[in-house]
């Protein structure tokens, strides 16, 4: 019932975080999303980070410092985004290798999960890193994440997707969310209006990610 109660504040506070911030909305730029890290505290809704929740530290319950496994921190993202979680397909070792360059040794361990389609983009990536490895791992994620845009020029949609993706870095966990689900009915509101719901869906991640890792 304590987690049913955290989650529930947890989803009004976001809702309310974001209904506030919209009413500063400005258009989005082509530069304002292209490093999934990079904040600006005078750009809008798009640019707030995971930790710009003040009002979260103080209303929702912080736990009693329980260690999350990664597919425990998985399943909290899972719980708080229902059915709008998509990705589905656990990557193996050699598949995170194969898609970001990153290897077996740079790592205590790892969960990666995106679709079954590679039409589809939505991606979960949380990397526990080795200390001498964050920087890497973090290049190797930026490196992958530009990859993405590039690779989805042509599809609008799912440019829009992975330019409001997002990489954040909790102690010595990588992050990167490219979540959003279904943008459809979005789309002919245009590209602002799928990247500000992906966005949002990214944050509200991120935020549960960071609670779960620094509790």
């Known amino acids: ?22 009413c500063g909305e400005e258009t989005l730029s082509e530069e304002d999303l292209v490093d ?9 809704m798009e640019d707030v980070e995971a ?11 912080q736990g009693e410092g329980n260690f ?20 589905e397909v ?24 995106r679709q079954i389609l590679d039409a589809h983009i939505d991606t979960l990536i949380i990397i526990h890193a080795k200390d001498d490895y964050v920087g890497t791992i973090e290049q190797a994620i930026e490196t992958y994440r530009s990859g993405l845009i590039e690779q989805n020029k042509n599809y609008p949609q799912n440019l829009s997707k992975a330019r409001a993706s997002r990489i954040e870095t909790i102690n010595d966990y990588i992050c990167f969310v490219q979540l959003g689900a279904d943008t459809t009915a979005l789309a002919d509101r245009g590209n602002d ?12 991640a991120l935020y549960v990610l960071e609670q779960a890792i620094l509790q």
Not at 36 to 44: L, M, N, P, S, V
Not at 68 to 87: A, R, S
Request: proline letters at 3%; glycine letters at 8%; aromatic letters at 12%.
């Open 1 to 22: 019932m304590k987690n049913s109660m955290r989650k529930i504040k947890i989803i009004m506070l976001i809702c309310s975080f974001f209904l506030f911030s919209s």
């Open 90 to 113: 656990n990557l193996s070792a050699a598949e995170l290798e194969k898609l970001t360059g990153i290897t077996e040794d740079m790592y205590v361990d790892f969960l990666a999960e």
């Open 36 to 44: 999934g890290r990079t904040i600006g505290a005078e750009q809008g």
């Open 68 to 87: 999350y496994t990664l597919p425990e921190l998985e399943g909290e993202v899972k719980e708080l985004l229902g059915d709008n979680y998509w990705p």
């Open 193 to 204: 209006a799928v990247m500000a719901h992906c966005l949002e869906e990214n944050e509200k």
């Open 51 to 61: 930790g710009n929740f003040p009002l979260f530290w103080e209303a929702a319950d």
